[in-house]
């Protein structure tokens, strides 16, 4: 067995060691609350010059301007603050810094296996207003790191985003200000096994069995790396966390149905390569409109090797026209990534309407 080999099997048993007597991080990891008391705890703790470090420290990381910790007077954290009256209004965590005559305010919102939400962080970006002193941030510390933020039909919003990474390299202010240090390091431990697990996920399944992979962990945490390997390519694939499951949305694919509203699209959903189509606009059957699109796809991706499968012709907002490749697997990740390539550049060569 190779060195790599070894190590490889040292970091998956350890992460099996840790699944089968779990930490009490571990078994509330999806508890936002959870992670927001730590910061919490820590920023009003006793240890005022130590919090004072760490709280310029995520200022500097979520904002545009630098502080200095000793410029900090005064450190008021929150959880669960109302930036406003109304549907989303209350964000995860709020800091509130006083300079001695300035001011800078934190809000961050945190998401861990759930999908971020346009509509949600627009509403919590405008009640913060567009103020220097005022930052959004969004903590996300699992299947959330690799998640789109759900569209609502509106401008998407800009905002930093924070990962399980970025938490850990502020793991030793995070100790040093935390008034109980143990429980910050079992925190920090369970995000070191939390990055591990992002960066395993593409072990062969069968190996990951036991080492603590939440329910859509795994492909979430897939995708999300196929999705950066994508982009070099030029090839703009989103993961999205839905109700129904995880799927890898082929942004960069969509085609509009000449004379309607409805989108045509690569999809990876159920893990298998779908051709989708959608109406999202409007309440236009997809199916219908896109039908007389199906054999001109189908003929494109023969063409160039690949095996199509019709789906059953149910009407809907968003189908299923075809599955390509239905028999392949996510399988090793090089022949997924590939697959993925081959039928992005088949898809932008096709003959499409104008």
Same mark, same amino acid.
């Given at each position: 067995?190779?060195?790599?080999?070894?190590?490889?099997?040292?970091?998956?048993?350890?992460?099996?060691?840790?699944?089968?007597?779990?930490?009490?991080?571990?078994?509330?990891?999806?508890?936002?609350?959870?992670?927001?008391?730590?910061?919490?705890?820590?920023?009003?703790?006793?240890?005022?010059?130590?919090?004072?470090?760490?709280?310029?420290?995520?200022?500097?990381?979520?904002?545009?301007?630098?502080?200095?910790?000793?410029?900090?007077?005064?450190?008021?954290?929150?959880?669960?603050?109302?930036?406003?009256?109304?549907?989303?209004?209350?964000?995860?965590?709020?800091?509130?810094?006083?300079?001695?005559?300035?001011?800078?305010?934190?809000?961050?919102?945190?998401?861990?296996?759930?999908?971020?939400?346009?509509?949600?962080?627009?509403?919590?970006?405008?009640?913060?207003?567009?103020?220097?002193?005022?930052?959004?941030?969004?903590?996300?510390?699992?299947?959330?790191?690799?998640?789109?933020?759900?569209?609502?039909?509106?401008?998407?919003?800009?905002?930093?985003?924070?990962?399980?990474?970025?938490?850990?390299?502020?793991?030793?202010?995070?100790?040093?200000?935390?008034?109980?240090?143990? +429980? #910050?390091?079992? @925190?920090?431990? /369970?995000?070191?096994?939390?990055? !591990?697990? =992002?960066?395993? %996920?593409?072990?062969? *399944? $069968?190996?990951?069995?036991?080492?603590?992979?939440?329910?859509?962990?795994?492909?979430?945490?897939?995708?999300?790396?196929?999705?950066?390997?994508?982009?070099?390519?030029?090839?703009?694939?989103?993961?999205?966390?839905?109700?129904?499951?995880?799927?890898?949305?082929?942004?960069?694919?969509?085609?509009?149905?000449?004379?309607?509203?409805?989108?045509?699209?690569?999809?990876?959903?159920?893990?298998?390569?779908?051709?989708?189509?959608?109406?999202?606009?409007?309440?236009?059957?997809?199916?219908?409109?896109?039908?007389?699109?199906?054999?001109?796809?189908?003929?494109?991706?023969?063409?160039?090797?690949?095996?199509?499968?019709?789906?059953?012709?149910?009407?809907?907002?968003?189908?299923?026209?075809?599955?390509?490749?239905? +028999? #392949?697997?996510? @399988?090793?990740? /090089?022949?997924?990534?590939?697959? !993925?390539? =081959?039928?992005? %550049?088949?898809?932008? *060569? $096709?003959?499409?309407?104008?």
């Amino acid at each position: 067995m190779s060195s790599s080999g070894t190590a490889l099997d040292a970091e998956l048993e350890h992460l099996r060691a840790a699944t089968a007597a779990p930490s009490w991080v571990q078994r509330g990891y999806t508890l936002e609350k959870n992670h927001t008391h730590v910061l919490l705890t820590v920023l009003n703790g006793s240890k005022q010059q130590e919090a004072r470090c760490l709280a310029a420290a995520l200022w500097n990381l979520g904002s545009g301007s630098k502080i200095q910790a000793e410029q900090i007077t005064k450190i008021v954290a929150t959880r669960e603050h109302p930036l406003k009256q109304g549907e989303h209004s209350r964000v995860d965590l709020f800091v509130a810094l006083d300079l001695g005559g300035d001011s800078r305010q934190l809000a961050v919102e945190v998401k861990v296996d759930g999908p971020p939400s346009n509509r949600q962080l627009a509403s919590m970006a405008e009640a913060l207003g567009n103020d220097r002193r005022s930052e959004l941030v969004l903590l996300t510390l699992g299947a959330a790191q690799a998640s789109r933020i759900e569209p609502d039909g509106n401008a998407p919003t800009a905002i930093k985003r924070w990962t399980v990474a970025d938490m850990l390299g502020l793991g030793e202010l995070v100790t040093a200000a935390s008034p109980v240090p143990t +429980e #910050a390091q079992a @925190w920090l431990a /369970e995000l070191e096994r939390e990055e !591990l697990r =992002r960066k395993r %996920a593409w072990t062969d *399944e $069968a190996a990951l069995q036991g080492c603590g992979f939440r329910e859509r962990l795994m492909l979430a945490y897939r995708y999300g790396e196929a999705a950066k390997v994508l982009q070099v390519s030029n090839a703009c694939w989103e993961v999205s966390l839905q109700r129904h499951g995880v799927v890898l949305h082929g942004k960069s694919s969509h085609r509009e149905v000449p004379g309607t509203n409805v989108t045509l699209y690569l999809e990876v959903a159920d893990r298998t390569l779908r051709v989708k189509a959608g109406a999202w606009y409007d309440d236009s059957d997809a199916r219908a409109a896109a039908e007389p699109l199906r054999p001109l796809i189908t003929h494109a991706l023969v063409a160039r090797g690949f095996s199509v499968k019709a789906s059953k012709k149910s009407p809907g907002s968003s189908v299923t026209l075809l599955s390509i490749d239905p +028999e #392949a697997t996510d @399988w090793p990740p /090089e022949a997924f990534i590939d697959r !993925l390539q =081959r039928v992005h %550049a088949a898809w932008e *060569e $096709a003959p499409w309407p104008s």
